[in-house]
Protein backbone atom coordinates (compact mmCIF):
# COMPACT_ATOMS: atom_id res chain seq x y z
CA UNK A 1 0.00 0.00 0.00
CA UNK A 2 1.18 3.72 -1.33
CA UNK A 3 1.98 6.00 1.79
CA UNK A 4 1.56 9.13 1.14
CA UNK A 5 -1.07 11.94 1.63
CA UNK A 6 -4.59 12.93 -0.87
CA UNK A 7 -3.36 17.03 -1.56
CA UNK A 8 -5.36 19.52 -3.32
CA UNK A 9 -3.85 23.17 -5.14
CA UNK A 10 -5.76 26.13 -6.38
CA UNK A 11 -4.93 27.75 -9.51
CA UNK A 12 -4.07 31.33 -10.32
CA UNK A 13 -7.45 31.09 -11.94
CA UNK A 14 -9.19 29.41 -8.79
CA UNK A 15 -9.56 25.92 -10.09
CA UNK A 16 -9.48 23.25 -7.19
CA UNK A 17 -7.43 20.09 -8.21
CA UNK A 18 -6.41 17.17 -6.49
CA UNK A 19 -3.13 14.79 -6.32
CA UNK A 20 -1.49 12.26 -4.31
CA UNK A 21 2.14 13.20 -2.84
CA UNK A 22 4.31 10.81 -1.42
CA UNK A 23 6.64 13.09 0.19
CA UNK A 24 10.65 11.61 0.78
CA UNK A 25 11.45 14.66 2.29
CA UNK A 26 13.67 15.64 -0.77
CA UNK A 27 15.12 18.67 -2.40
CA UNK A 28 13.76 16.98 -5.71
CA UNK A 29 10.55 15.59 -7.18
CA UNK A 30 8.68 14.17 -10.09
CA UNK A 31 5.39 15.79 -11.17
CA UNK A 32 3.32 13.68 -12.92
CA UNK A 33 0.96 14.77 -15.01
CA UNK A 34 -1.85 12.65 -16.94
CA UNK A 35 -3.30 12.13 -20.72
CA UNK A 36 -6.41 12.85 -22.46
CA UNK A 37 -8.83 12.80 -20.28
CA UNK A 38 -7.32 10.92 -17.97
CA UNK A 39 -6.81 11.42 -14.13
CA UNK A 40 -3.90 10.82 -11.59
CA UNK A 41 -4.45 7.38 -10.61
CA UNK A 42 -5.35 5.10 -12.89
CA UNK A 43 -2.74 3.87 -14.89
CA UNK A 44 -0.35 1.08 -13.00
CA UNK A 45 2.78 2.56 -13.71
CA UNK A 46 2.14 5.12 -11.66
CA UNK A 47 1.55 3.18 -8.31
CA UNK A 48 4.62 1.86 -9.37
CA UNK A 49 6.61 4.62 -9.91
CA UNK A 50 5.71 6.12 -6.69
CA UNK A 51 6.92 3.23 -4.75
CA UNK A 52 10.21 2.70 -6.19
CA UNK A 53 10.91 6.63 -6.04
CA UNK A 54 10.24 7.10 -2.57
CA UNK A 55 12.67 3.80 -1.67
CA UNK A 56 15.32 5.76 -3.38
CA UNK A 57 14.53 9.12 -1.43
CA UNK A 58 12.89 10.75 -4.49
CA UNK A 59 9.47 12.64 -3.68
CA UNK A 60 6.80 12.09 -6.05
CA UNK A 61 3.36 13.42 -7.30
CA UNK A 62 0.66 12.75 -9.28
CA UNK A 63 -2.34 14.94 -9.94
CA UNK A 64 -5.27 15.80 -11.85
CA UNK A 65 -5.57 19.28 -14.19
CA UNK A 66 -8.47 20.64 -15.50
CA UNK A 67 -8.13 17.80 -18.58
CA UNK A 68 -9.31 15.41 -16.30
CA UNK A 69 -12.06 12.65 -17.29
CA UNK A 70 -14.42 13.59 -19.96
CA UNK A 71 -16.50 15.53 -18.51
CA UNK A 72 -15.97 16.83 -15.04
CA UNK A 73 -17.32 18.97 -12.44
CA UNK A 74 -14.55 20.91 -10.49
CA UNK A 75 -14.74 22.85 -7.24
CA UNK A 76 -14.07 26.70 -7.50
CA UNK A 77 -13.40 28.23 -3.72
CA UNK A 78 -15.39 31.36 -3.73
CA UNK A 79 -15.12 32.71 0.50
CA UNK A 80 -16.81 30.02 2.64
CA UNK A 81 -18.60 28.98 -0.57
CA UNK A 82 -17.93 26.67 -3.91
CA UNK A 83 -18.47 27.25 -7.58
CA UNK A 84 -18.41 25.03 -9.63
CA UNK A 85 -17.20 24.69 -13.13
CA UNK A 86 -17.92 22.22 -15.85
CA UNK A 87 -14.84 21.47 -17.77
CA UNK A 88 -12.88 17.89 -18.17
CA UNK A 89 -10.89 16.55 -21.13
CA UNK A 90 -13.25 16.96 -23.63
CA UNK A 91 -13.82 21.16 -23.30
CA UNK A 92 -10.46 22.21 -22.01
CA UNK A 93 -8.16 24.82 -23.55
CA UNK A 94 -5.17 23.42 -24.30
CA UNK A 95 -3.02 26.76 -22.99
CA UNK A 96 -4.72 26.49 -19.50
CA UNK A 97 -1.98 24.00 -18.35
CA UNK A 98 0.06 26.28 -17.98
CA UNK A 99 -2.03 27.21 -14.97
CA UNK A 100 -2.33 23.71 -13.98
CA UNK A 101 1.11 22.64 -13.73
CA UNK A 102 2.35 26.36 -12.44
CA UNK A 103 0.15 25.78 -9.33
CA UNK A 104 1.45 21.72 -8.63
CA UNK A 105 4.90 23.40 -9.23
CA UNK A 106 3.90 25.97 -6.48
CA UNK A 107 3.14 23.25 -4.47
CA UNK A 108 5.76 21.70 -4.41
CA UNK A 109 8.09 24.61 -3.72
CA UNK A 110 5.56 24.87 -0.77
CA UNK A 111 6.95 21.49 0.53
CA UNK A 112 10.44 22.25 0.21
CA UNK A 113 11.50 21.12 -3.37
CA UNK A 114 13.72 23.19 -4.71
CA UNK A 115 14.29 20.54 -8.34
CA UNK A 116 11.16 19.43 -10.41
CA UNK A 117 10.98 16.57 -12.88
CA UNK A 118 8.34 17.26 -15.01
CA UNK A 119 6.71 13.98 -16.34
CA UNK A 120 3.57 13.38 -19.00
CA UNK A 121 2.21 10.47 -20.49
CA UNK A 122 0.79 10.94 -24.05
CA UNK A 123 -0.26 14.48 -23.82
CA UNK A 124 3.25 15.12 -23.21
CA UNK A 125 2.44 18.46 -25.34
CA UNK A 126 1.75 19.99 -21.82
CA UNK A 127 5.07 20.17 -19.86
CA UNK A 128 6.76 20.81 -22.79
CA UNK A 129 4.37 24.01 -23.90
CA UNK A 130 4.30 24.59 -19.43
CA UNK A 131 8.20 24.89 -19.84
CA UNK A 132 8.23 26.52 -23.39
CA UNK A 133 6.13 29.74 -21.84
CA UNK A 134 7.61 30.01 -18.51
CA UNK A 135 11.20 28.53 -18.62
CA UNK A 136 11.06 27.70 -15.33
CA UNK A 137 14.37 27.63 -12.85
CA UNK A 138 12.94 24.60 -11.15
CA UNK A 139 12.43 22.04 -13.73
CA UNK A 140 15.70 20.68 -14.35
CA UNK A 141 14.61 17.35 -16.65
CA UNK A 142 11.70 16.61 -18.70
CA UNK A 143 10.41 12.62 -19.16
CA UNK A 144 7.69 12.21 -21.89
CA UNK A 145 6.10 8.79 -21.43
CA UNK A 146 4.35 7.65 -25.21
CA UNK A 147 4.44 11.25 -25.93
CA UNK A 148 1.20 11.60 -28.64
CA UNK A 149 0.64 13.49 -31.69
CA UNK A 150 -3.32 13.38 -31.67
CA UNK A 151 -3.55 15.57 -34.72
CA UNK A 152 -1.46 13.24 -36.33
CA UNK A 153 -4.60 10.32 -35.67
CA UNK A 154 -6.71 12.49 -36.59
CA UNK A 155 -4.91 13.47 -39.99
CA UNK A 156 -4.32 9.73 -40.96
CA UNK A 157 -8.44 8.50 -39.86
CA UNK A 158 -9.90 11.38 -41.94
CA UNK A 159 -7.34 11.71 -44.58
CA UNK A 160 -5.30 15.11 -45.87
CA UNK A 161 -8.03 16.59 -47.37
CA UNK A 162 -11.17 16.42 -45.02
CA UNK A 163 -8.76 16.86 -42.44
CA UNK A 164 -7.36 20.08 -43.50
CA UNK A 165 -10.96 21.02 -44.39
CA UNK A 166 -11.86 20.16 -40.56
CA UNK A 167 -9.21 22.55 -39.30
CA UNK A 168 -10.81 25.63 -41.32
CA UNK A 169 -13.83 24.79 -39.86
CA UNK A 170 -13.01 24.11 -36.21
CA UNK A 171 -10.73 27.34 -36.55
CA UNK A 172 -13.74 29.07 -37.92
CA UNK A 173 -16.39 27.91 -35.16
CA UNK A 174 -14.14 28.64 -31.75
CA UNK A 175 -13.38 32.05 -33.43
CA UNK A 176 -17.28 32.81 -33.81
CA UNK A 177 -17.30 32.03 -29.68
CA UNK A 178 -18.79 28.69 -30.28
CA UNK A 179 -16.22 26.61 -28.75
CA UNK A 180 -18.39 24.58 -26.65
CA UNK A 181 -19.50 23.21 -29.60
CA UNK A 182 -19.88 19.14 -29.41
CA UNK A 183 -18.37 17.30 -32.76
CA UNK A 184 -19.47 14.00 -34.06
CA UNK A 185 -17.62 11.46 -32.63
CA UNK A 186 -15.20 10.65 -35.70
CA UNK A 187 -13.97 13.61 -34.85
CA UNK A 188 -11.80 12.36 -31.64
CA UNK A 189 -9.28 10.18 -31.09
CA UNK A 190 -10.98 8.68 -28.46
CA UNK A 191 -14.96 7.09 -28.17
CA UNK A 192 -16.46 10.75 -26.65
CA UNK A 193 -17.68 14.10 -28.06
CA UNK A 194 -15.09 16.23 -27.90
CA UNK A 195 -15.77 20.29 -27.70
CA UNK A 196 -14.31 22.67 -30.72
CA UNK A 197 -12.42 23.86 -28.50
CA UNK A 198 -10.39 21.08 -27.24
CA UNK A 199 -10.40 19.79 -30.61
CA UNK A 200 -8.52 23.23 -31.78
CA UNK A 201 -6.38 22.76 -28.63
CA UNK A 202 -4.34 19.58 -29.82
CA UNK A 203 -6.14 18.11 -33.03
CA UNK A 204 -5.71 20.70 -35.63
CA UNK A 205 -2.40 21.31 -37.54
CA UNK A 206 -1.54 24.50 -36.10
CA UNK A 207 -3.05 23.80 -32.35
CA UNK A 208 -0.52 25.12 -29.24
CA UNK A 209 -0.76 21.84 -28.48
CA UNK A 210 0.48 19.75 -31.74
CA UNK A 211 3.85 19.85 -30.71
CA UNK A 212 5.55 16.35 -31.83
CA UNK A 213 3.35 16.02 -35.66
CA UNK A 214 5.17 12.68 -36.42
CA UNK A 215 2.71 13.07 -39.58
CA UNK A 216 4.56 16.49 -40.54
CA UNK A 217 8.29 16.13 -40.19
CA UNK A 218 9.20 19.47 -41.37
CA UNK A 219 6.53 21.25 -39.01
CA UNK A 220 7.69 24.65 -37.69
CA UNK A 221 5.55 23.19 -34.97
CA UNK A 222 8.21 21.32 -33.46
CA UNK A 223 10.06 24.40 -32.50
CA UNK A 224 8.90 23.79 -28.92
CA UNK A 225 11.17 20.47 -28.81
CA UNK A 226 13.99 21.94 -30.51
CA UNK A 227 14.30 24.96 -28.07
CA UNK A 228 13.78 22.52 -25.28
CA UNK A 229 17.26 23.04 -23.07
CA UNK A 230 16.45 20.37 -20.17
CA UNK A 231 17.67 16.91 -20.20
CA UNK A 232 14.88 14.82 -21.63
CA UNK A 233 13.39 10.95 -21.58
CA UNK A 234 11.57 9.78 -24.17
CA UNK A 235 9.96 6.53 -23.84
CA UNK A 236 7.88 4.51 -26.20
CA UNK A 237 6.15 1.68 -25.60
CA UNK A 238 7.37 -1.17 -29.35
CA UNK A 239 3.33 -2.02 -29.60
CA UNK A 240 2.04 1.30 -29.32
CA UNK A 241 -1.00 0.73 -31.74
CA UNK A 242 -1.34 5.15 -30.94
CA UNK A 243 2.03 6.31 -32.38
CA UNK A 244 1.41 7.13 -36.25
CA UNK A 245 2.59 6.29 -38.83
CA UNK A 246 5.29 4.16 -36.57
CA UNK A 247 7.08 4.30 -33.89
CA UNK A 248 10.53 4.36 -35.89
CA UNK A 249 9.30 7.47 -36.94
CA UNK A 250 8.51 8.84 -33.59
CA UNK A 251 11.83 8.05 -32.49
CA UNK A 252 13.57 9.40 -35.52
CA UNK A 253 11.90 12.89 -35.44
CA UNK A 254 12.57 13.20 -31.63
CA UNK A 255 16.02 12.86 -32.19
CA UNK A 256 16.55 15.02 -35.29
CA UNK A 257 14.47 17.76 -33.51
CA UNK A 258 15.55 17.49 -29.38
CA UNK A 259 18.62 20.16 -30.80
CA UNK A 260 19.24 22.04 -27.84
CA UNK A 261 18.82 19.65 -24.71
CA UNK A 262 21.52 19.43 -22.47
CA UNK A 263 21.60 15.56 -22.70
CA UNK A 264 18.77 13.35 -25.04
CA UNK A 265 17.70 9.66 -23.93
CA UNK A 266 15.62 7.93 -26.14
CA UNK A 267 14.00 4.23 -24.97
CA UNK A 268 11.87 1.74 -27.04
CA UNK A 269 10.62 -0.90 -24.32
CA UNK A 270 9.70 -3.61 -27.33
CA UNK A 271 5.95 -5.77 -26.52
CA UNK A 272 5.06 -2.46 -24.42
CA UNK A 273 1.29 -1.20 -25.36
CA UNK A 274 0.96 3.00 -25.07
CA UNK A 275 0.63 2.45 -21.41
CA UNK A 276 3.08 -0.22 -20.59
CA UNK A 277 0.54 -2.88 -19.32
CA UNK A 278 2.82 -5.48 -18.27
CA UNK A 279 5.87 -3.61 -18.48
CA UNK A 280 5.75 -1.28 -15.72
CA UNK A 281 8.56 -2.44 -13.70
CA UNK A 282 10.47 -2.35 -16.80
CA UNK A 283 9.42 1.52 -17.63
CA UNK A 284 9.99 2.34 -13.70
CA UNK A 285 13.58 1.28 -14.11
CA UNK A 286 14.42 2.88 -17.08
CA UNK A 287 13.19 6.32 -15.49
CA UNK A 288 15.03 5.83 -12.55
CA UNK A 289 18.42 4.63 -14.05
CA UNK A 290 17.96 7.89 -15.79
CA UNK A 291 17.20 10.33 -12.37
CA UNK A 292 20.03 8.96 -11.29
CA UNK A 293 22.13 9.80 -13.75
CA UNK A 294 20.58 13.30 -15.16
CA UNK A 295 18.93 15.01 -12.10
CA UNK A 296 20.43 13.87 -9.23
Known amino acids: MLKGNLVK????DGLEHAGFWMDATSEIAVFHSHGTSGDFYSHKFIEVEAE?????????????????????????????NVEWTQIGGGFERFEDCVLDIGAWVDFLTEHGVKKVILQSHSLTSKILYYQHKKHDPRVIGQILLS????????FYALGKEKYEKTNREIVKIVR??????????ELSPVSYQTSALMYLGYLTEEGPGTLTPYHSPDSPQWQVLEE??????????GADNYMKPSVDVAVDLIKRYAKSTKKLTVKVIEGASHSYIGYENMLVDTILDWIKSNCV
Open 52 to 80: KLSAQGISFLTANNRGHDVYADIRKPVGK
Open 147 to 154: SQNDAGLM
Open 176 to 185: DGKGSTLLPK
Open 228 to 237: TREPLLVVYG
Open 9 to 12: TVTS
